[in-house]
């Protein structure tokens, strides 16, 4: 089992920036990948970026403002999103994929950007 835990999110301006984090807990020695998915209002879930065990990273139109990093030693991932536009609202969730393919979920972090 894999828990994971999820901070950071906040109400900021735009062109602000946040820094989320997600600390796994649990068989952590297990994961394979880990990343980053968004959800706005009336729209799907949507993947942001994600990390696997050996560094790769990937993103999905962040156009360069989000960062997605590790520290093994502390079983955390984080997203730094910088530039931030109203767009870029919704409720952020951590996902944990293990090597048997078995996915884990955050509860979530609400992040509105909003003058």
């Known amino acids: 089992q894999v828990q994971l835990v999820e901070s950071g999110g906040g109400l900021v301006q735009p062109g602000g920036s946040l820094r989320l984090s997600c600390v796994a807990s649990?068989?952590?020695?297990?994961?394979?990948?880990m990343g980053w998915y968004r959800q706005a209002p009336g729209k799907q879930r949507e993947a942001v970026a994600d990390?696997?065990?050996?560094?790769?990273t990937n993103y999905k139109d962040s156009k360069g403002r989000f960062t997605i990093s590790r520290d093994n030693a502390k079983n955390t991932v984080y997203l730094q999103m910088n530039s931030l536009q109203p767009e870029d609202t919704g409720v952020y969730y951590c996902?944990?994929?293990?090597?048997?393919?078995?996915?884990?979920w955050g509860q979530g972090t609400q992040v509105t950007v909003s003058s």
């Open positions: 996902k944990a994929t293990t090597y048997a393919t078995r996915a884990y």
């Open positions: 649990g068989s952590t020695l297990s994961i394979a990948a």
């Open positions: 990390i696997t065990s050996s560094g790769s």
